[in-house]
C-alpha cells in the first residue's frame, strides 16, 4: 500500500512539474511562432499594399478584387516621365502687349511593366490572395471603394486576415488572448490590417519592428 501511495505521489508530481512547464513554455514557443507567421503574412500585405498604389496611380482607384489586381500587374505598364521647366512670350489681350509665361512640359521617357517594376523575376503575384501558413485556401478579405473628405471622393482598400487563420494550430486560449492585445510592440485586435474602409490610408496595423526589413 505505501509503495503504491509513493508511485502515485511520484506520477502526480511528475504532472504538475510538466503542467508548470508547459504553463511557461508555451506562451515562449508561442511568441516566436506568431513572430514568424506574422512577418510573412505582413510582407505579402506588403506587396497587396505596393500593387494596390499601382493600381491606383494608373487607374486613379483602387482594385476591389484580386482577379482585377493580379491581371492589372500582368498587363500594365507604368509611364517613365521627365518634367522641365520653359518659358515663352504670349499676347495678353488685357495689356494688349506680349507677356512672358513660364510652365512646365512633361516629356514621357519610355515604359515599363508593373511586373518588372514591384516583382522583378518572380511570379509570386499569382498568389497574391493565398494567406500564408493557413489551411485549405483561404485568402485575405479585400474590398476597395470610396469615401467622402472635404467633399472629395477619396479611393479607400482594406485587406485583413484573423488572427486565427494564420494561428490555427496554436493553443485556443493563447490565440484568443492574442486577438485581445492592445500594445505599441505587437499587432493589435483580431486581424492584421493594411489600408482603411473608414480612413484614407494604405498604412497597417503592425508596429514598426515588422517595417524594419522585408522578408523574403
Avoid: C
Avoid at 39 to 67: C, H, M, P, W
Avoid at 98 to 109: A, H, V
Avoid at 149 to 157: E, H, I, M
Avoid at 176 to 192: F, H, L, R
Amino acid at each position: 500500500m505505501k509503495t503504491a501511495i509513493q508511485i502515485a505521489l511520484w506520477l502526480l508530481s511528475i504532472f504538475f512539474a510538466y503542467k508548470i512547464y508547459r504553463s511557461v513554455n508555451d506562451p515562449i514557443e508561442f511568441d516566436k511562432v506568431k513572430k514568424e507567421r506574422y512577418a510573412k503574412v505582413i510582407d505579402k500585405l506588403k506587396d497587396i499594399r505596393d500593387s494596390q498604389e499601382a493600381y491606383r496611380a494608373v487607374t486613379g482607384k483602387f482594385a476591389k478584387d484580386f482577379n482585377s489586381l493580379i491581371k492589372f500587374i500582368d498587363t500594365a505598364e507604368f509611364a517613365i516621365t521627365t518634367q522641365r521647366d520653359t518659358s515663352w512670350v504670349e499676347y495678353d489681350p488685357v495689356y494688349r502687349i506680349d507677356m512672358p509665361k513660364e510652365g512646365k512640359i512633361i516629356d514621357t521617357l519610355g515604359f515599363v511593366s508593373v511586373k518588372d517594376s514591384l516583382f522583378k523575376n518572380s511570379d509570386s503575384y499569382k498568389n497574391l490572395a493565398k494567406v500564408p501558413y493557413a489551411t485549405g485556401d483561404e485568402q485575405f478579405a479585400m474590398k476597395a471603394g470610396t469615401i467622402s473628405r472635404s467633399g472629395f471622393q477619396a479611393a479607400v482598400f482594406e485587406a485583413k486576415v484573423d488572427k486565427s487563420v494564420i494561428l490555427h494550430d496554436q493553443p485556443k486560449a493563447l490565440v484568443a488572448k492574442e486577438k485581445q492585445v492592445i500594445s505599441v510592440d505587437d499587432v493589435n485586435g483580431p486581424e492584421i490590417i493594411v489600408g482603411s474602409m473608414d480612413e484614407v490610408k494604405t498604412t497597417g496595423n503592425w508596429p514598426m519592428i515588422y517595417d524594419s526589413k522585408k522578408r523574403k
